[in-house]
């Protein structure tokens, strides 16, 4: 999902015009510079309830899933390890689309390659790899709301 790219450079675009239209000079092509940087939505603690979602359990560790693929306002509902494997239900606060994108766009950030990826609508998966293991991220849809999903991770980490 490219909306935030997209309202940027129509943002862009639509304040040079207005500058130009008012008698002044566009801004002058440079360096990008940051612009403000957008809060971080709190996990919604009734996510699950209203959306038909797994429960979030009181022993479910936030650290099961690492914080660099951790989605904004993603929210861990269970967790389990044996070894030094994980596996851990994810409520998401997107589409399963919006979830999929973002996951594919986040694993190389975050310094993993993508080594699968597959959406097909109603499901999708995505293996991320790096030098300590291998991720994996099954996407389904929410039970009754449309910008929710759920994931269920898992992550094998390889041995020296």
Excluded: H, W
């Amino acid at each position: 999902m490219r909306v935030p790219t997209l309202t940027a450079c129509c943002v862009a675009a639509c304040t040079a015009a207005t500058i130009t239209a008012c008698g002044g000079d566009p801004p002058a092509p440079g360096p990008a510079r940051p612009g403000p940087v957008a809060a971080t939505p709190a996990p919604d603690p009734g996510l699950s309830e209203r959306c038909g979602l797994p429960p979030i359990r009181a022993d479910a560790a936030p650290d099961a899933v690492p914080a660099e693929l951790r989605l904004p306002g993603s929210q861990v509902a269970s967790a389990r390890r044996s070894g030094s494997a994980v596996t851990a239900t994810v409520l998401i606060p997107l589409s399963l689309a919006a979830a999929y994108q973002a996951l594919v766009e986040l694993g190389p950030r975050a310094g993993y390659e993508v080594a699968f990826s597959e959406f097909e609508g109603f499901d999708g998966e995505i293996y991320l790899r790096n030098d300590s293991g291998l991720v994996k991220f099954r996407l389904r849809p929410s039970g009754s709301c449309e910008n929710a999903s759920q994931a269920l991770f898992q992550r094998a980490v390889l041995d020296g």
